[in-house]
């Protein structure tokens, strides 16, 4: 049994694979944390509670001077009854922020309902634990949901407004999570445009330490991912607790330290600029958290992220399925293409071995720059003229699959639909908007834009046979208000959350046969909500090989390698003038759902045999980064080296791909320990011919000869006889 309570002492205890989370109803009423660690035996944990007569505080009405919320680890805290420290809500009820929340009961379901208009992971075993405040009516559910087969609870609340007024929810966030000492370092993404999710890695010190969003999306300066570490924990060894929001807006993950010295963690919805008010039976439901504890390093916590999000996450239908090599028209010839072009393009496209090509911006209204025409979802007759019939039924004769670009969510100033419906562009009256690439953001948080947007979309979906589309979003937002809203102007970057996942929902969920890709100026959004809609995402505008490893490194922490799509592109690479041998960049293309982006036309016959050559060697061992099991072996911004494998469940099979970055003359041996391998079978490996034993691999190592030249790699094959 998954989830389990003791009556009497009133104690919840969530046991997952390997895992137990336990908290209780204690005597004074609030969900007081006990633990969420590797499994211990179901017994009375009250012992457990440190308290301690601290000075200059307060206590709990009643109680004794050490009874201070401060003191205890608390599932749900909240501001105004001696707890000093981060709380998870707060709301305003006419100027009264101060709440008695009492513990009311529970509810355990079999299966675990979607959160209300908000993607989540699919689950069974669930238990609600609701709390009450008397005085209002308001009253806060606590969800939790435990998996047999993953080391992983999810966390969401729901806030109701049982009572007769109105109030605001000024801050809801979707766990806490005390941890019971303060010795941790935090791991978190951060980055930029082109160099999205780089690792970071620093001690908590005393204070509050914060990784958000206020940009609308959730973007590529930080990721909703953060990790807590001890200092000695590795890839393989120490303890690893991770923390990832399934959500695409602005969002805030916190750590404190304060007096007591342990860690309070939590996070959810950034309420820097959000309120929401709430009428009397309504509901806010809070984003999912997903909490991972590993007890054996990072690389437990990344398989366990992968593992929960391809069996419970990403669509089913796509998400181990073989996914299409691309051939994308981008950097092949960005705006500048008509007709005659493409269909060039498309009959040398035909020629690599790829199985899909897909026109990139520039193909629809007045676009032939990225100054005018999004909104206008209209074929682009002047570079066009026989619209885009002529190139689909081309590739479809040359036997690819035909795939589109679109950009739903944003608006040129320039186009008919800006001249046609100004105030559709997030704004604010008397104020000119922030551009970005010379572009606005429609108003999704209001429902005429949506239908304007499905329909517009859909309308070139149903009357072209469309198989794949990629679907961009190129700026953050500015201008945080909605004239609609009136004074519930902090509503705006959730409703407009909730605004994209309606419009995802019809538009994806409405053609069901054509695969779609996600995309944010490369990588800026890139998180488990966006990978519910999108099986796999544009890692970076930045497909320079080397840059790659350090990209698709960071974002292997929580996200599994099938969900980045990396593609080989021209040299030098146009994002950072680079020049890397066409293997190279195969190599690290392969380590996740690859493709191509240059102008085929242009290649040399070498160069297409090359092709062939590197998409029949991606089919060969695709099924490991649609289902293998991650093992990073080196990370390439410490030393010279990266080194990715990936093994297959059953331990049959692993491919080990490494890049050496600067050659280095009378280099010493390189030596790297594979890992997930079965130590008693033996391993055949057929680019060198060897044949050994797995535990002489992974013990003795597995000694990688790189060619000569910078930023080269090999790739190794293990087989087991
Ligand atoms: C973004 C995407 C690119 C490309 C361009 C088109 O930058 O990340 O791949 O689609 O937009 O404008």
Redesign the pocket.
Known sequence: MAIYVDEQTRTFYLESKNTTYAFCANPFGFLQHIYFGKRIAREDLSYGVFLNARGHGSHIPHGNWMQSLNQYSNECPTFGRSDYRESAVALDFDGVRVFDWQYVGYTILKTKPPLEGMPSVRGKDTLVVSMRDERTGAAIDLSYTVFDDVPVILRHAVIRNGGKKPFTVDRAYSFCLDLPDADWQAVTLYGAHTRERFMQRADLKRGVFSVDSKRGVTSGQMNPFAAFVRKNTDENTGEAYGVNLVYSGDFVLKAQIEESDTVRVLGGINDYDFSWRLEPDQTFTTPEAVLVYAEHGLGEMSRAFHDLYRAYLINPRYVRAPRPVVL?S?EAAYFDFDEKKLLEIIDATAKTGVDTFVL???WFGARNG?NAGLGDWVVNTQKLPRGLTPLIERTHERGLKFGL?F?PEMVNPDSDLFRAHPDWAIHVDGLEPCPGRNQLVLDLTRDEVCDYIVGAVSKVLRENAIDYV?W?M?RCLTENYSAHLGARGKETHHRYVLGLYKICERIVNGFPHIFFEG????GCRFDPAMLYYFPQI?TS?NSDAYWRTVIQYGTSLCYPVSAMSCHVSDCPNHQCGRVTPFSSRGDIAHLGATGYEFDPTRMSAEEIAAMHGQIAAYKDMQDLVLNGDLYRLHDPLDGNLFAFELVSKDGDRAHITVMRSLCLPNDKCLRLFPRGLDENATYFIPETGVEKAGSTLMYYGLIVNIPFGDFTTATYTLLRR
């Open positions: 994308n981008w990139d911006d520039g990225d670009w950009e990629k961009d190129n995309c944010a100026g490369g544009w505008d």
